[in-house]
């Protein structure tokens, strides 16, 4: 008997987008499908868990020693209520690519990252290589844990269904993991991975302060920031911006990419977003080749022309 | 205390790759291979950790075939004491390893050298996996540390910032325990001239999944690869007018 376990991406306590997204890729397997929710503080996310149509069974762990998302001891909690799913799917974020491979070494299984497509119960399709190939893969192993791209399904509908709510009494510690603390960036704004629009920036924008047209032209697109490592790197924004294969992945209705060259890197994290626009002052960088509408020109005089033209 | 850093031997990443025209593999004929780069930041985070005192010494390993002791002489030459080599038939590829098989090798090597810290990549560039580390950590029941850009080590734990969705956590992992790194951990140094003559005399240890007890899990079966669906991109505008024009046509603002 197919049964699917997903385990729920949480976002300060709220369901993530991502988590509808994998729930599609779970519905596409054609069996039956769980919820866990686990964390700390997740009352809302549980009623909004129950409220997805499609899903049987939300289980829940709601402990504050959930809280940081350790890996130490969601992986023991998933694998304890393991039994009778043949897939344990998550978002390919932070948490599930932490998560995931643990669970299924502790399972002896094999496990599958970032698949972006469903083929059959065994058979999927992930890219490797920054995107550049796209590999076919099936597993023969009983039970197949997979990481999924958000962005490659589309999200199941948020209400009509009434699933059953199972608390789970097993509380796991992590007795050699400390939380030392976190530094959220905090942001009015969309969400990178999800946002319907992007506005990247990369060395380009020459500085911190040079940055900030970028934000500027994302207030007025109501538009998430994204950034080049080497805009990162170079400390004009925080980590989590990062776009590319080593970042996070993005396909939103429209891209904007101001002063990013388009190394294969960044392009992996980009390619499948539907309209893509780039500034270079550059006529030969690479970004042109996948950008639909390319200006040539200095971003620093075409940018602020944008904001006033939209 | 002994640190043991795993290398892998890929593709160098400034090669753009091509699936090969039977779809059955990418084309890896004749390209420049080198060590990956988070496992070359790996490499330069243990080795500056033996310099600062924190470590006594950096052994590197690597899974593949006779060739990855090319990237086994490259950690040399960065400053790593010792090396093994797990030898595998051909790549791990074509051996059918995945990377559960890996960790399962690392694992038992684990347990005969006894390091006190792991330092992985957080993913290599060809597979894109993302798992040898925390599979390998979930096999011993270490602590884990992911996508780190921040390591301190003390004597009874190690202190790891992590880099997450949100932005930043910092840990504290009770040591003997595993930790990838992330691509802002360090610049790795660059390699001169003395530095390879004096790898050469370094000793490449040789072992083999039978001389480990270890017989790994088959990865999974990879049946095609296909290159990634064409953007059809190219196309140029004169000024930001024309520009607003299409987006606006293409309903997109
Ligand atoms: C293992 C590995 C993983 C990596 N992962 C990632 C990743 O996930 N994401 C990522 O982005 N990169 C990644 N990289 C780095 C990648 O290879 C590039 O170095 C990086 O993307 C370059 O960033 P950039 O385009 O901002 O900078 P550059 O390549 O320096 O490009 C800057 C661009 O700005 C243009 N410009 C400058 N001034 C102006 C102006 N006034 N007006 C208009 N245009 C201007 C220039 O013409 C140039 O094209 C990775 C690299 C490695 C080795
Ligand atoms: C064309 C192609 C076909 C493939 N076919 C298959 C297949 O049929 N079945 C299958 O299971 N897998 C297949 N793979 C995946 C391949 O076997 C992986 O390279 C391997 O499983 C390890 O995964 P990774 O390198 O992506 O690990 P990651 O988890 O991304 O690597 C993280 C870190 O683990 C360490 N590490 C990884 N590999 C080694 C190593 N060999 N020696 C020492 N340290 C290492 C390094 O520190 C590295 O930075 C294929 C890959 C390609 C490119």
């Not at chain 1, 589309?154 to 050699?176: F, M, N, T, Y």
């Not at chain 1, 550059?282 to 904001?307: M, N, S, T």
Request: proline letters at 6%; aromatic letters at 4%; glycine letters at 8%.
């Amino acid at each position: 008997m197919m049964r699917s376990l997903v385990i729920a991406d949480l976002d300060k306590g709220q369901l993530a987008a991502a988590t509808y997204h994998v729930i599609e890729a779970a519905r596409q397997l054609g069996a039956p499908c769980d919820l866990l929710v686990v964390g700390e503080g997740c009352a809302d996310a549980v009623t909004r868990a129950c409220a997805i149509a499609g899903i049987e069974r939300v289980l829940v762990a709601d402990d504050p020693v959930y809280a940081a998302s350790l890996a130490e001891n969601l992986a023991p909690l998933v694998v304890a209520v393991s039994a009778g799913y043949s897939h344990l799917l998550a978002a390919a974020g932070s948490v599930g690519k932490d998560l995931m491979p643990r669970v299924a070494a502790r399972l002896g299984v094999n496990q599958l990252s970032e698949v972006i497509g469903v083929e059959s119960s065994s058979r999927f399709r992930r890219p490797i290589y920054a995107g550049n190939a796209i590999a076919t893969v099936e597993s023969d192993d009983p039970v197949k844990v997979l990481t999924v791209r958000q962005t490659a399904f589309a999200a199941v509908e948020p209400r009509g269904g009434d699933a059953e709510r199972v608390e789970l009494e097993q509380v796991i510690e992590a007795p050699s993991t400390r939380l030392l603390g976190e530094q959220r960036a905090e942001s009015e704004r969309p969400e990178l991975t999800s946002a319907r629009v992007v506005v990247s920036g990369g060395r380009g924008l020459g500085s911190r302060e040079g940055f900030e047209l970028v934000y500027q032209l994302a207030d007025r697109l109501e538009a998430a920031v994204g950034a080049s490592r080497a805009a990162v790197d170079a400390g004009f924004v925080a980590n989590d911006l990062q776009v590319g294969q080593t970042g996070k992945v993005v396909a939103p209705e429209l891209y904007i990419a101001l002063g990013v060259s388009g190394a294969i890197q960044h392009l992996a994290g980009m390619k499948d977003s539907k309209v893509v626009v780039a500034i270079n002052k550059d006529p030969d960088a690479p970004i042109f080749q996948v950008a639909d509408y390319g200006l040539v020109a200095d971003l620093f005089e075409a940018v602020p022309e944008l904001i006033e033209q939209i | 205390m002994k640190v043991l850093v795993p290398v892998k031997r890929v593709i160098d990443y400034n090669v753009r790759v091509r699936v090969k025209s039977d779809h059955s593999d990418v084309d890896l004929a004749n390209v420049k291979m080198a060590i990956n780069p988070f496992c070359e930041i790996a490499v330069e985070a243990a080795v500056r950790l033996r310099e600062d005192g924190k470590a006594s010494e950096v052994v590197a390993v690597s899974v593949g075939p006779k060739v990855v002791q090319e990237q086994l002489r490259t950690a040399l030459a960065m400053g790593a004491d010792r090396a093994i080599w797990i030898e595998t038939p051909e790549t791990p590829e074509t051996a059918g390893l995945g990377p559960l098989g890996i960790a399962q090798l690392l694992a038992a090597l684990v347990r005969e050298e006894q390091p006190g810290l792991v330092l992985l990549g957080k993913q290599s560039i060809d597979g894109d996996n993302n798992q040898t580390g925390q599979m390998l950590a979930g096999l011993l029941d270490y602590p884990q540390g992911t996508f780190v850009s921040g390591l301190e080590l003390g004597d009874e734990e190690v202190e790891v910032v992590r880099e997450i969705d949100g932005g930043l956590q910092t840990l504290a992992l009770r040591l003997p325990a595993v930790v990838t790194t992330d691509l802002r951990l360090n610049t790795p140094r660059f390699i001169r001239a003395p530095d390879i003559m004096k790898a050469r005399r370094k000793p490449i240890a040789h072992t083999a999944p039978e001389q480990l007890g270890v017989n790994p899990a088959p990865g999974p079966r990879t049946l095609a690869v296909h290159p990634p669906e064409p953007r059809a991109g190219g196309r140029r505008v004169e000024s930001v007018g024309e520009l607003v024009e299409h987006l606006r046509q293409a309903q997109v603002i």
